[in-house]
């Protein structure tokens, strides 16, 4: 049906404006007089039913083309009451004037639909149709009442379609995931959407310091505060960046302060929103910390190449130590026992000769202890099975003239096979129970035993064991000891705690043995007290 004119049927004015439109559209369908008020007639008949028993009544006047040679013009009523159950007498009248009356009524609502023929269907075509509805758009009222109304009806369709558009954008604001907040120009939160309450879970009412910083990270409310200010006294807009509270911590949020402009042009309010840019940052900081990690490596590269040149000049050092350096030595000690061939004891004394031998013989030996030292490294070397048994036998054969002079008791339990350098643990071992038998003023007594320990073990004796699986083997002595106020220095170099006419050496032996177990991934440690002796701790990976 191509609509004409719809009437809201209230009170007995739109009973007139009913019969009066529904002749106009009939004459000006080409009916002749009769018909025109026989259609007219009737829809009044109704439509004076639904005035007076109806709810929500609404008249529709239009033009169905059923085919090009057969149109009709037709009235619909529409309404949420039974109306033809109200008042029968007058849909019986009009079904008996009009041509055609249908009439139904379902779920709380009726319609009524009259029809009529139009005697010259040809000459109603689509243009005509239109000239009627504009007619009607057009047509001027029939009385102050009528124009009261069209006016009321068109403020009301307004109405409607500015809450459907509100609506809208309320239902668009809550849902989209962006926090959402309009202030004045007097910090007056007008209004939020949900997103922004359901984030905050607090009210939100003063865009003030004292509100903004429930939420806003420490660091970020003076700017932020400032920013605000300022955009209202330029009437600007202002985009920066801040932290809002979620739980126990702060996320990144883009704020954006938007002046809304009224109609004649002023600002009074600030459109304010929020959008999460966490995973931005977080991503930038990622990049950042990446970049600065590659520095870091460069630095690292750089580092390394300087070692490794040094270490490779250590080497030429070593070279020169054991022969440039070595070589002179030699000669001297050899001239200076020629040149004291035919000297008295006292012409030896005299001219300090045996002074100046032991001091070359001591740095001969301080040579070879730093070359050893250096020598000390595996980067080049497989760690291959080694026998604990065989070394220590071996070291004691090394050691059985010092053992014999001493009278030395050496108790000594089975040793496991561990991965490593033979000659570096033979070295080890040969370190460690020489200053037991030499750091002893009375019979030396070393014990040596292994044990395995694991994650769980527990060791009194040595708090800074470490924590995994390794063979233990203690050396045990009698010996002098040493004060624990000693402890941080007993492995550096050139270390020594006695003076050199009490005991011999110059300080690099420990130093050596830690190198060697850190060079097994090991671990060597120590108990000691004066006079009580002391024990070492030496950890080797199973």
Known sequence: MKEIVKINLDNEMDLILAHKRSMKIAEMCGMPSSAQTRFSTAVSEVARCSIANGKNSLLTLGINIIKTTHKEIVAIINDTVDLKKCNPEAFKYAAKISENLEYSYANDYSITQLSQKVPTPGLLSEAKIKTLADYFKYEPPLSPYDEIRKKNIELIALSEKLTESENRYRHLSNTIPVLICIVNDRNQVLLTNDSLRDYLQAPFNVFDKKEIKSFIHPDDVDDLIERWNKTKKNKSQYVGETRIKKDDAYIWHLISIIPNKAEDGTFNSWLVYF????????????????????????????????????????????????????????????????????????????????????????????????????????????????????????????????????????????????????????????????????????????????????????????????????????????????????????????????????????????????????????????TSQPGEGTTFYIYLPR
């Not at 022969?323 to 000669?331: A, G, V």
């Not at 270390?495 to 097994?520: P, S």
């Open 275 to 526: 959008v999460d840019i966490h995973g931005q940052k977080t991503v930038e900081e990622a990049l950042k910390n990446n970049s600065e990690l590659k520095v870091i490596q460069r630095e690292l590269e750089n580092a390394n190449s300087k070692l490794v040149f040094k270490n490779r000049e250590l080497q030429q050092f070593a070279y020169i130590a054991s022969h440039d350096l070595q070589e002179p030595l030699r000669k001297i000690r050899i001239m200076l026992s020629r040149a004291g061939e035919g000297l008295t004891e006292e012409q030896r004394n005299k001219y300090y000769f045996d002074k100046i031998t032991n001091a070359a013989g001591r740095m001969s030996d301080l040579i070879t202890d730093v070359l050893n030292y250096s020598r000390v490294d595996n980067n080049l070397q497989v760690l291959t099975k080694v026998d604990l048994n065989e070394i220590i036998h071996e070291t004691l054969n090394d050691l059985s003239l010092v053992i014999e002079e001493k009278d030395a008791i050496i108790n000594l339990s089975k040793l496991p096979e561990v991965a490593g350098l033979s000659t570096q643990l033979r070295q080890l071992f040969f370190n460690l129970i020489n200053n037991a038998l030499k750091f002893n003023s009375g019979q030396p007594t070393v014990t040596i035993t292994a044990s395995f320990i694991t994650a769980e073990s527990v060791e009194d004796t040595d708090k800074f064991m470490p924590k995994g699986n390794y063979h233990l083997i203690k050396i045990a002595d009698n010996g002098i000891g040493m004060d624990s106020q000693y402890s941080g220095r007993i492995f550096d170099m050139f270390q020594r705690l006695h003076d050199r006419d009490q005991y011999g050496g110059n300080g690099i032996g420990l130093a050596l043995c830690k190198r060697i177990i850190e060079n097994h991934n090991g671990a060597l440690n120590f």
